[in-house]
DNA sequence: TATTATTAAATTGTACACAATTTAATTTTA
DNA sequence: TAAAATTAAATTGTGTACAATTTAATAATA
């Protein structure tokens, strides 16, 4: 390929519809989101204390590909809202402890319903739905 | 589905691998674009200027999907770095026209390696990548 | 044509996102 | 075991993102 016409263009590039992708879709979560007073970053993080209960800032952090730079003020903020509660380890007081609250829990039967609706404003075939997933996955991974 | 169970896990959305996908392929930009001294968002902005060489900011906007909130404050920056000229069109003064500057072409050059750079990074067969970025903007599509 | 509506950027305010540094705790090692 | 190295969060600083509002210019219309 002519390096000084073409590998520059918007168009060919593969990050840009995946940051043009993410960022949209990401909005549209933004309507449903703001009922329950989460941002989306804090209803990622949500899902993984639904999931776990309990996790330290690290291991939070690796599987949300954040760091403390952007967890720490926002934990700090499901705190504040007693989604989760916040505690220096007693083994290690490295660590800081994230657990779930009980409003916490509660939180997760007023979200359930969010996933369908946002898949529901674009329309996508479950094959490529599919396939799309399986190579985010696979870019994930080759990267790590 | 058992919606109380399944459908909120990190790992069953298909947003979160996008989210994740975009922000580390970004990150993997930021080394390469060091060297030329801007920021992802400044350089698809750039890649933009490199092809149409003159443009307003809502038509930016469209192309980047980004909003003047976003965008002004960037080129601002841009400008201040010489890569382009901000001004107000004649025609009609609500529109600022962008224009590239010789400084600005001449940076062109030094951005050509950066995409197989990157690229090399991960390994993505050629159907995967092609498959994936269809895929991508039949979303995008789906979603205006 | 004077008023109203619309449009385009800029501004404001909140919340990430992340590199780099700092702080404090724990391990390693000389 | 005391000093050095490592580790985990927190902090700092810069740069997005974007909703909502404001400002200024232009277009539409009563």
């Not at 590039?13 to 940051?19: A, E, K, S, V």
């Not at 509660?106 to 996933?115: E, G, Q």
């Amino acid at each position: 390929m002519d390096k000084n016409s073409d590998t520059l263009k918007l168009e060919n590039q593969l990050c840009f519809p995946l940051y043009a992708c993410s960022k949209e879709i990401v909005r549209r979560y933004k309507p449903y989101l703001d009922e329950i007073d989460l941002t989306y970053t804090q209803y990622i993080t949500m899902m993984v204390m639904w999931e776990v209960k309990q996790i330290n800032v690290k291991e939070l952090g690796k599987k949300l590909f954040l760091d403390s730079g952007t967890l720490t003020p926002l934990l700090k903020k499901l705190e504040s809202k007693d989604y989760v509660k916040r505690e220096r380890s007693k083994h290690d007081e490295r660590n800081l402890i994230v657990t779930i609250t009980e409003k916490g829990e509660a939180l997760k039967s007023k979200a359930v319903d969010i996933p369908e609706k946002v898949s529901a404003c674009m329309t996508l075939s479950e094959d490529k739905a599919k396939a799309l997933y399986s190579v985010l996955y696979e870019i994930l991974d080759s990267m790590e």
